[in-house]
């Protein structure tokens, strides 16, 4: 089972699209979500699992006990950058995935901070993009076109993610704590406060 995931460091929450965790029949407890923004406040359904990340570039696993399931996510992967990076010297040696489809399944937030480790950079001069690589894979940050307005690009950090096993664990534990969460969309940028609680079942991934 192979899900598009994302790693954004503007975010504090791993969260899972709803459709995907349906379609793959992903078991999940209940919970709400309260989403505070500029334009006000929703309340809206979520579900909560507990979700383990193996990383096929190194092998480690990395838990996550909160992974929150929400109807969509406000990003499209962008297209992919191979070409576009061999334009700087410094990024030319760098590989970087192509995937499909565009939609991201999966978005890997600061909870997880073995995700946002950064083993290996490849910095360039003033105003250059620049590429950092992580348990996952390499992650382009720069302008992908020539233009006057900044865009941070994310690269190689969208991977695929494959459900492996199903660990079943039925903790009956129920949390409740305010979680702050930073999504960004590339037109619509906006900080989201997050109020979730349950802990439910443990699945694995892993990330290609």
Not at 94 to 101: L, N
Not at 178 to 193: H, I, N, R, Y
Request: proline share 4%.
């Amino acid at each position: 089972m192979k899900a598009l995931a994302f790693i954004d460091n503007g975010s504090d929450t791993t969260l899972l699209i709803k459709r995907f965790a349906v379609n793959h029949n992903i078991t999940s407890r209940p919970s709400s979500l309260t989403i505070n923004t500029v334009n006000g406040t929703k309340v809206m359904s979520a579900d909560q699992a507990n979700v383990t990340l193996l990383s096929l570039n190194n092998g480690e696993r990395v838990e996550v006990t909160e992974a929150l399931t929400i109807a969509d996510l406000p990003m499209r992967a962008v297209e992919p950058i191979g070409e576009l990076a061999t334009r700087w010297a410094h990024l030319r040696n760098v590989c970087f995935k192509k995937y499909e489809p565009p939609e991201v399944d999966l978005l890997i937030g600061c909870d997880v901070l073995e995700a946002h480790w950064v083993m290996d950079q490849r910095p360039g001069g003033r105003k250059e993009p620049y590429a950092a690589h992580t348990m996952f894979g390499w992650t382009l940050f720069g302008r992908p076109h020539a233009t006057n307005r900044f865009v941070e690009t994310f690269g190689s950090n969208f991977g695929y993610a494959l459900l492996v096993d199903l660990f079943g664990r039925n903790s009956g534990l129920r949390t409740k704590e305010q979680t702050a969460l930073e999504t960004q969309d590339l037109q619509s940028p906006g900080k989201e406060t997050v109020s979730l609680e349950n802990i439910h079942q443990s699945y694995e991934f892993r990330l290609i």
